[in-house]
Structure formats: structure tokens, C-alpha cells
């Protein structure tokens, strides 16, 4: 069994609207959340049965994929001027790809959901971002 850490694992972004992807911006990410998907079951039990019966659900569903990392505002393709929606124009999907271990990749479009910048005495200043996954995803 492979095993796969941390420094395998590339993210890029569009760094505008209808941008070209970044390079590099895995720099300011120190924590990707869980990349799931998921087709959820649905109740088909009929009247008349004891135990419940499912089928499995019509879509794929996926989680909102969360990063986060060490705030950055100088940087013109650093996170708060990628990420920030309070600040930025974000009309349209960005395109994403996340690259995991011996070039497994999971791209497509997503919203970016939320961006919130954290704060902690005694600590460096971070951001996060919650980034929702739309249409077609694609693994490979």
C-alpha cells in the first residue's frame, strides 16, 4: 500500500473571474478539509414491509471543500485578493484543481461560498475559505 503526505498535494484557482488558474497558490494553504462525495440513499419502503428499503440517490453530491491557511493581503494572487468576496467581483464559477498523490486530480467549478479571516492573540492572522463545487466534477 502507497502512501501519500502532505507535500504531494498541489491547489490552484482561478485568481479572477474568468481567470486563468494560479501557480503556486498551494503556498498559502495549511489545511485542506475533507473531500467527500457522497449519493445519498432514499427511502423506497412500501406499505406492507417491515424493514426499510433504499436505492441509492440519482446524484453525486459533494461537500463544500474548505481551505485555510496564513492570512496574506499583499500578494496580488494570495488569498485575500483571490478569495475575499467582499472585496472581489465573483460573478461567475472559478475553476479549481486539487492534485493529490502520483497526479490524482479533482477539478471543476466551484462558488466560493464564504471567506472568513481568523483572528487569535498571540497568533499569526489566517483566512479560510469555503469553496462549493457546481455541475460536473471530474476525477482523474
Known amino acids: 500500500m502507497a502512501k501519500a503526505g502532505s507535500n504531494e498535494v498541489a491547489f490552484e484557482i482561478d485568481t479572477t473571474d474568468g481567470g486563468s488558474l494560479s501557480t503556486g497558490f498551494i503556498q498559502y494553504i495549511?489545511?485542506?478539509?475533507d473531500v467527500v462525495v457522497n449519493r445519498e440513499a432514499k427511502?423506497?419502503?412500501?406499505?406492507?414491509?417491515?424493514?426499510?428499503?433504499?436505492?441509492?440517490?440519482?446524484?453525486?453530491?459533494?461537500?463544500?471543500?474548505v481551505i485555510e491557511g496564513f492570512y496574506d493581503d499583499t500578494a496580488t494572487t494570495g488569498p485575500d485578493a483571490v478569495l475575499n468576496i467582499g472585496d472581489i467581483t465573483h460573478a461567475v464559477t472559478r475553476s479549481t484543481v486539487l492534485t493529490l498523490k502520483a497526479g490524482k486530480t479533482v477539478s471543476g467549478e466551484c462558488w466560493i461560498?464564504?471567506?472568513?479571516?481568523?483572528?487569535?492573540?498571540?497568533?499569526y492572522h489566517g483566512y479560510q475559505a469555503s469553496l462549493r463545487y457546481t455541475g460536473t466534477i471530474t476525477e482523474a
Open 30 to 33: 495549511t489545511k485542506i478539509g
Open 113 to 123: 461560498e464564504k471567506y472568513t479571516r481568523t483572528l487569535e492573540v498571540g497568533e
Open 43 to 65: 427511502e423506497a419502503t412500501p406499505f406492507g414491509v417491515v424493514d426499510e428499503q433504499y436505492i441509492i440517490g440519482v446524484m453525486k453530491k459533494r461537500d463544500p471543500l
